[in-house]
């Protein structure tokens, strides 16, 4: 996988208000918080945050599996390489909280087959 930013999926966090116009301009796929509808037509991955104090304490790596964000993006991409969706060209964000503006955040940050496959997009400005 190239390390190009120009090869990389731009997941972008889209302002409600903007979302319509967002998706008109291509093929885009959805990155959703819960089980929130899609605002419009594509793939959808969805995530769900883990219970607070869930999973080992220590945190240690062989331990901790993968954030539900990190999966949602993998199996949207692994669906796009397979084409079983259609080829989509951005990911628009939906969290439903500020956690889980943070989780995505975090995952694109941490995770390094992620940052491999997608890269964080300045916030669409809200109008």
Known sequence: MSSDPGSRIPVRFVPVRLMSSASAAGVVAWLVQGDAPAPGPGPVARFRLPVAGAGH????????????????????FLARARGEVAFFHDVLALPFDAAGAAAIRDALAADSLLAARFRLMPDMPAR
């Open 57 to 76: 304490p220590a945190g240690c790596v062989c331990c901790v599996p993968r954030g539900p964000v990190a999966e949602a993006l993998s199996r949207l």
